[in-house]
């Protein structure tokens, strides 16, 4: 059985763009993980909070974040939504800090290279502000309903600053798995 998330390559154009494993698309109820033993996509939960998904969530392939002990967390704002498994080649523009129950769970935030509706999109400050609040909102809420968890957003970084996250992932993969 092939396993997409140690096969395809981080990126072609690293650090500019990463490749993202689509898992949860926008508009979804559900959380869908990736199972990194068997290269499967797989149901995790239902969501406890009625918010679905405001972006395209998922993983970035080859990379691991030693805080909370999963591959990188990565956003995607596409003009359409896709489905599990999908990847999308994604301009990488900043990084949404955050604190879920205690655990660093930092998210890569980018949009697809290819959706001309975001050609112009280079940096997070070339977005209306509204969108990044929106985001904040669903990451701050989509477990408050759920027992002793929550998490708490800490602001947005720069390009640079998640261009150098990624790097420390991609090492932290090569030191875990190579």
């Given at each position: 059985m092939?396993n ?9 154009n690293f650090?500019?763009t ?8 926008r508009?979804?109820?559900g959380?869908?993980e ?6 499967v996509?797989m ?7 009625p918010?679905p998904?405001?972006i395209?969530y998922?993983?970035i ?6 805080y909370?002990?999963d591959?990188m967390?990565i956003m995607?704002l596409s003009s359409?939504?896709t489905?599990?498994?999908?990847v999308i ?13 205690g655990e ?8 697809p ?8 999109v280079n940096?997070?400050s070339d977005?209306h502000?509204?969108k ?13 309903l759920m ?5 708490k957003v800490?602001?947005?970084?720069s ?6 996250f990624?790097k420390?992932?991609?090492e932290e993969?090569?030191r875990?798995?190579k």
């Open positions: 092939s997409i998330f140690h096969e395809l390559p981080t990126s072609d650090p500019e990463v490749y993202m494993i689509v898992e949860n698309p508009g979804y109820h959380k869908i990736f199972n990194k033993k068997y290269g996509l149901l995790d939960r239902a969501t406890y909070a918010l998904y405001p395209e998922g993983l392939p080859q990379t691991w974040n030693k909370d002990n591959p967390d995607c359409q939504p489905f599990p498994g999908v080649n994604v301009k990488i523009l900043g990084m949404m800090k955050m604190d879920d129950t660093l769970d930092h998210k890569i935030f980018g949009v290279v290819d959706d001309p509706h975001y050609n112009n940096e997070l977005l502000g509204h990044l609040k929106e985001i904040e909102f669903f990451f701050e809420n989509y477990k408050n027992k002793d968890k929550y998490t800490e602001g947005w970084e390009k640079k600053v998640a261009q150098d990624i420390d992932t991609i993969y090569k875990k798995f």
